[in-house]
């Protein structure tokens, strides 16, 4: 049940909504801008630009930035290799910095403040998103509340069930890496990586269910 909640595959889940809805809201700060417009997406993928106007319109260069090289087939898009944390580009390289879902996944506060730091530097702009830590389902385990639960509970639950997009894990090593990796922001610590950053609330049925910083545009 909680997977139609949250798989962006379906095309009429919540998680697909919300995202539609996202895509929106950044195609109408992106369209006023004189091209070219060089956007570099932090973590991002191409089946994400392939539900925007962004992947077809002429003026629009996608750079994709991953650890490792992806696929691209866009004629507007290149992937690169990369680390959130330390962008080997200078400042103000790119007319807006792009990211979603990715800031939870970099590490510590300390890890999450420098990805934060580097976005702000390379861009003229950026809209970066990431989920709320208070909303009820955690959306990676898709257990309500899992993100409260004490560390070594959620270790022992991924070794011994398969959770949300996540197989049983059964080594506890590996268990231990994969809880580890995910570190949920609340609305304090976001916007005290962004200070001065509009923070947009993305509700489902009244409940924040992420978060957008997003600074530099013009409305």
């Known amino acids: 049940m909680f997977k139609m909640i949250a798989d962006n595959r379906n095309q009429n889940s919540l998680a697909t909504k919300l995202r539609r809805r996202r895509t929106i809201f950044f195609e109408k700060l992106l369209a006023p801008l004189d091209?070219?417009?060089?956007?570099?997406?932090?973590?991002?993928?191409?089946?994400y630009w392939m539900m925007t106007d962004a992947a077809i319109k002429d003026g629009i260069v996608i750079t994709l930035l991953n650890l490792e090289t992806t696929h691209s087939s866009l004629p507007n898009s290149i992937s690169i290799s990369g680390d959130a944390r330390q962008l080997k580009f200078e400042n103000c390289s790119f007319d807006i910095v792009f990211s979603n879902s990715v800031i939870e996944h970099v590490g510590s506060y300390e890890d999450q403040a420098r990805m934060a730091n580097e976005v702000q530097r390379v861009g003229k702009r950026f809209f970066v998103q990431t989920p709320n830590k208070y909303f009820p389902l955690e959306p990676h385990f898709l257990i309500p509340f899992f993100q409260f639960f004490p560390f070594k509970l959620r270790v022992w639950l991924l070794m011994n069930f398969s959770l949300g997009w996540f197989p049983k894990?059964?080594?506890?090593?590996?268990?231990?890496?994969?809880?580890?990796?995910?570190?949920?922001?609340?609305?304090?610590?976001?916007?005290?990586?962004?200070?001065?950053?509009?923070?947009?609330?993305?509700?489902?049925?009244?409940?924040?269910?992420?978060?957008?910083?997003?600074?530099?545009w013009q409305e």
């Open 169 to 216: 894990t059964p080594n506890k090593t590996d268990a231990a890496q994969i809880v580890g990796s995910i570190r949920l922001l609340n609305k304090h610590e976001f916007s005290q990586l962004f200070p001065g950053a509009k923070i947009y609330e993305e509700k489902i049925f009244g409940l924040t269910k992420s978060f957008i910083a997003y600074s530099g």
């Open 35 to 47: 091209k070219p417009v060089g956007i570099l997406d932090v973590g991002g993928t191409e089946a």
